[in-house]
């Protein structure tokens, strides 16, 4: 039983390039959750997706967008980056049901250093 | 003041002594309660997830929530080096976002 799987492990970036992430939630889960981790830092939500559609969103700037796609797999991309979003982006699954919270199991993130 | 305050350590220990990791929290509206294990390099491994308020034991760890103080607790039992790692606490309301604490970094020495 695959967990989440997140791809790259790694990536270096200049500032204002673009960065795509990937993720592909646990079998039998069906929302996908992308947090930032600073070095040192608890993970920050960025933003949740369900039924290809963003259903939350945290404190992030529109330069960081994403897409579920419909076999739930889903994509965090980061546009015009800065020194600042130099960290390890983590991917959540879970799976969403009516009236109760499902706990949340993360991949082992993306490290992302910007030069 | 954060939503969700944990201090970051480090801590060290002893093989075979009993680690409490605690956090506090603010926000009333939290009613499922967390505790993620991270390795150096690695992603959140969850260990405890708890709803409202009570104890909850799972082999060598037990979690506590006491939502009237808005106090939340990890025990470790017989702590083990391979328990060195750093300990998240994460706090859920009614929506899917969690809340995190800063983690504390937990060495135990053999």
């Known amino acids: 039983d695959a967990g989440v799987t997140q791809s790259p492990t790694h990536l270096i970036k200049t500032r204002g390039q673009q960065v795509t992430l990937r993720c592909s939630p646990k079998s039998g889960h069906d929302t996908v959750s992308w947090y930032q981790q600073a070095l040192g830092q608890g993970p920050q939500f960025i933003f949740q997706?369900?039924?290809?559609?963003?259903?939350q969103r945290g404190n992030f700037p529109d330069r960081f967008s994403g897409h579920q796609f419909p076999n739930y797999s889903s994509e965090l991309n980061v546009n015009a980056l800065l020194l600042g979003d130099s960290a390890l982006y983590l991917c959540a699954s879970s799976l969403s049901r009516r009236g109760t919270n499902q706990p949340q199991h993360f991949g082992d993130g993306t490290r992302l250093s910007i030069l | 003041q954060k939503e969700v305050e944990q201090d970051p350590g480090p801590l060290s220990v002893p093989e075979g002594a009993i680690v409490s990791l605690n956090c506090t929290y603010s926000n009333s509206a939290f009613q499922y309660f967390m505790w993620y294990r991270q390795y150096s390099r690695k992603g959140p491994e969850l260990l405890m997830y708890?709803?409202?308020?009570g104890n909850k034991e799972d082999g060598r760890f037990t979690a506590q929530v006491d939502k009237s103080s808005k106090y939340i607790s990890l025990f470790i039992r017989d702590s083990q080096p391979s328990d060195s790692a750093t300990y998240l606490c994460a706090c859920q309301g009614g929506s899917e976002k969690l809340v995190f604490g800063k983690g504390t970094k937990l060495t135990v020495n053999p």
């Open positions: 708890t709803y409202s308020s």
């Open positions: 997706y369900y039924e290809e559609e963003e259903r």
